[in-house]
């Protein structure tokens, strides 16, 4: 808490720290200008852009199929969803059919990417707070899945394999097995994540309490996704707006209580679990066919403004297609959860110490590839 | 109380649990057969149709080709600045004669951007080191023909 | 020539004394490369790592290779440090981790160590005088976040300094003699300290590994906040220094531990060396394992729980032993 001038009994100075753009644990190249007294932080504020490429720029310049690509390195932790945000977009915009293999195909993948990002989460938030091994450990299980897509679409982190119209690839033979094998893997990991992580008094008190915000505020920012949930609102795209097959699946939505720094840890690993029960099911319906249906060889999105948000890793993600009837969109703005959900961060470390920005910021759970664009 | 006993007893039970280090360069990782490495090139097969090199997001591609005497074109140069490529995969998507594909090279790492700009020779190189070190995906089926290469195939 | 504890110094014994002094550097060296790659190795391994392996048979001189960067690496001294202070520092927090290690016994017939009648209280005195080094280096290094390390480091070492010679003072009175050597004697005679004295040895236990700056108490160089903390701005065999002298004081304070509540070189069967090899392993080793287990704890917190937990807990035990002693 900072003193106030008549409670000061000598005289301090304040000082500037610039935290980043390289900084251990900024998660990328994001800088902070933090104006601190002794450990506490007076005023925060955030400066992005280091990592910017202009991809919605740079989408006016190409065909619908070419931009997939650059989606793939917007979040780069959750590739898969990027790919779909935008096939979905496109989807919808001509009211295509797509074939029912596919849907399962991309339900799995993004599920599974769903999982990895949240898994790599809990990896870096606990490296932030100092414990290095879950950093470690999260590798192993994120590395059965990158593997898997790698079987399934050639790349392990730019998959470009969400398609308008389907997906790339059917799943190479096996394939499926492999996923189904994962899945008890998976929860046992859960398990033992839990057991490591979430009873320990340390992380717990560097936790609790820490970071709050309440569903207001969080709606009057435009957070969404886990920074959301974990004010107790429950607002889950797949289950709100379902879009693809979401609606056949039974899940729940986890939502916290406090709206603090643990509920977000804790809705990550409760949300892992959701989704391995999603694959467990897309894995027990999909059926065989086609995975590409009949789009058109030269994709022209009819004039118009087309918006469709899904649940992305980290928030609401959408895209916004302005189509002018050619085969390459006019203007493309992308609704990118981390860049909205940072605009909090200021605000919540007024007045908290150094280590409680760490904490709060790696919670947040921005990723730098995403806010920049 | 004492939560992180748990912990310590999870980190114990790791202790003794195999090991999963790669030994990178002693040890090779094992690539799937769809895994997008730089790409390979059969010369032969072009047919300077230009798609791959419209379709690439990056503009990487340039080639040319002219007709022959035999009426039938020839590649003369094709080359692929791999500086920009981002290793999309949609070239080999588009190829309709299955020219380009990907191999599974990937260290590429240089110390001149200039040793990136990969030729036709290199392309067409890289395509006989992948042959070489992956015979079982060339077993020519009864007919002759390429039956397995179905490594960068699109469906 | 050896028996120069207790003799007046002649020509003779000085040579004693600095032969003694080499053996133990050397001595320490060697112990601090190997908890080093002991350190890497094990955490490897809890992390399904395989650990140092390449420099090497198993990667076994990974960390002379590394002592050796360091040492031929340019010795960068930020232009607008203070120079003197900043060339000094390392020093200052070398010199006692280095000092401390005279009285720890490290086997029954102690040779290259010294008998010292106040052995405990000289170890506690000179290890709060490299909180000077630690924090001049912050200080000079004209780095905010060295200069947040140092005072933070500081802070800590000093507060952790009192829960930690509190619990010391306990086996102190139950043993009824500062003289480690008397201490060991005393144990040998019954039993382990750290049973009867379970709650000092637990306070010990925190407040050494706080003193010793390693996780969960590892503040001071939380890299995720501070970069590297007070060492940010150190290069080559400056940095050096303070590695080496985390890791001294790493065995400094296994021995003291084990000297304090296992009985140092007491045992049965085997040597007396080896039995303090095995104690100080111990130690060494669990530090590490918390050290693969742990978050870091927030430097508030921190505070609160050594004077409001610790200290009481240490004054509780010290009265308990005192009256139980004063009872039997
Ligand atoms: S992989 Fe993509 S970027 Fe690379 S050459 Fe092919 S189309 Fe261009
Ligand atoms: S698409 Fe294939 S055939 Fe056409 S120019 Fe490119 S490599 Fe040659």
Known sequence: MALTDQQQPIRTEEMLLNVGPQHPSTHGVFRLVVKISGETVLDAEPVIGYLHRGTEKLAEDLQYNQIIPYTDRLDYLASMLNNYALCHTVEEALGLEVPERAEYLRVIVMELQRIASHLLFIGTYLLDLGAMSPFLYVFQERERIVQLFNEICGARLTYNYVRVGGVKYDAPPGWLDKVRAFIPFMYERIQMYDDLITGNEIFLRRVRGIGVFDTETALAFGMSGINLRSTGFRWDLRKNRPYSIYDRFEFDVPVGEHGDCYDRYYLHLLEMKQS???????????????TLGKVPKIIRVPAGEYYSG???ARGELGFYIVSDGKDKPYRLK??????????LLPDLLRGRNMADLIAILGAVDIVLGEVDA | MFGFLKGLGVTLREL?????????????????ERFRGVHRLLVDECIVCNQCARICPTDCISL????????????????????????????????????????????MAQYSRDNLYLDMHWLHDNELRYERNHPERFQKDAEGNEATETAGEPQ | MWNWATHPISGLSFLGMVIGAVVILLLTLLVVMYSIYW????????????????????????????????????????????????????ILAFVPAFTVLAVIPMSQHHVFTANVSIGALFYLAL?????????????????KYALIGGMRSAAQMLSYEIPLGMSVVGVVLMAGSINLNDIVIAQSRSIWYFIPQILGFIVFMIASTAELNRTPFDLPEAESELVAGYHTEYTGFRFAFFMLTEYVYLFAMAGLFATLFLGGWSGPFLPGWLWFALKVFLYISIQFWIQATMPRMRVDQLMTFSWKVLLPL???????????????
């Open chain 2, 16 to 32: 003794p649990k195999h090991k999963v280090t790669l030994q990178y360069p002693d040890v090779r990782p094992e690539w799937p």
């Open chain 3, 314 to 328: 240490a004054l509780f035990n010290l009265v308990i032993t005192a009256v139980l002693k004063a009872v039997v």
């Open chain 3, 39 to 90: 350190q890497r190795k094990l955490i490897g391994w809890i992390q399904l790592r395989i650990g140092p392996n390449r420099v090497g048979p198993f990667g076994l001189f990974q960390t002379a290779a590394d002592v050796l960067k360091l040492l031929i690496k340019e010795d960068v001294i930020p232009s607008k440090a203070d120079r003197v202070l900043f060339l000094i520092a390392p």
């Open chain 1, 276 to 290: 391995l029960r999603i694959v467990e099911q897309a894995l027990d319906g999909i059926p065989d066919g086609p």
């Open chain 1, 334 to 343: 992308i609704r990118k959860p981390s860049f909205v959900n940072l605009q």
């Open chain 2, 64 to 107: 040319s080709g002219t007709r022959g005497e035999d009426k039938k074109i020839r590649l003369d140069t094709f080359d692929i600045n791999f500086d920009t490529c981002i290793l999309c995969d949609l070239c080999t998507e588009v190829c309709p004669t299955e020219a380009i594909l990907m191999s599974d090279t990937f260290e």
């Open chain 3, 127 to 143: 290890s709060a005088i490299t909180i000077h080094g630690v924090m001049l280096g912050g200080w000079a290094s004209n780095n």
């Open chain 1, 310 to 312: 899904i649940e992305g």
